[in-house]
């Protein structure tokens, strides 16, 4: 991310890292020049976020929204507010083969909003971690959404797991872990 944001050399002022966590995704955001960044979770996680940006001298630019991602996306559109950077990391939404059609229903919710608070020329990244929802279809939630918001994106990254997440092929089930970033217009 930190390299990808660089390189881009563009200035991004206003972020949100949905779903956070503990912020790791948002630590990087700051680390790489964004200027202020909201991390959002359900979760009780803000000691964890602040005490991480104390350690990477960020806890200026950083600040915690503990609340329900859906629900804060759509206090931010009737705000008007508009994000330059927006990281989407949920947990996974199907643990089980018969949940997959609801997992894609809720991907397709959860990127219409993401793109109604997208400002021009922003940096998205969608990630996923459901085993049952494959790179393709995971990837259509987010072009079917783009369109029907009237968004013209452009894919500038693809990210796969990582070496602590090894898979036997590209193709295989335990290939799940996915990332996909687009510059939206």
């Given amino acids: ?4 944001m660089k390189r881009l050399n563009h200035p ?7 779903f956070s966590y503990v912020g790791s ?3 990087h ?3 790489a020049g964004i200027e202020n960044l909201t991390f959002v979770d359900q979760g009780d996680f803000e000691i964890e976020i602040k005490n991480n940006l104390n350690l990477n001298q960020l806890k200026e630019r950083g600040n915690y929204h503990r609340g329900d991602v859906f629900n804060f996306l759509d206090q931010c559109v009737i705000d008007q507010k508009k994000f330059d950077l927006i990281l989407s990391d949920p947990p996974a939404f199907a643990k089980s083969v018969g949940q997959k059609k609801g997992a894609i229903e809720g991907y397709h919710k959860l990127h219409r909003k993401v793109f109604k608070v997208a400002a021009p020329w922003s940096l998205i990244g969608f990630s996923s971690c459901t085993h049952y929802v494959g790179h393709e279809e995971f990837q259509q ?3 079917d959404e783009s369109l029907k918001e009237k968004r013209k994106i452009h894919l500038i990254y693809q ?10 092929s590209t193709m295989d089930r335990s290939n799940y872990i996915k990332s996909f970033f687009y510059i939206v217009e």
Wanted: without cysteine; charged residues 20%; aromatic residues 10%.
């Fill in 159 to 168: 990210g796969l797991q990582g070496w602590d997440h090894p898979i036997k």
């Fill in 25 to 27: 995704w948002g630590i």
């Fill in 12 to 18: 991004f002022k206003e972020g949100i890292d949905l």
């Fill in 1 to 4: 991310l930190i390299d990808l």
């Fill in 141 to 143: 939630t987010i072009i």
């Fill in 29 to 31: 955001a700051l680390s």
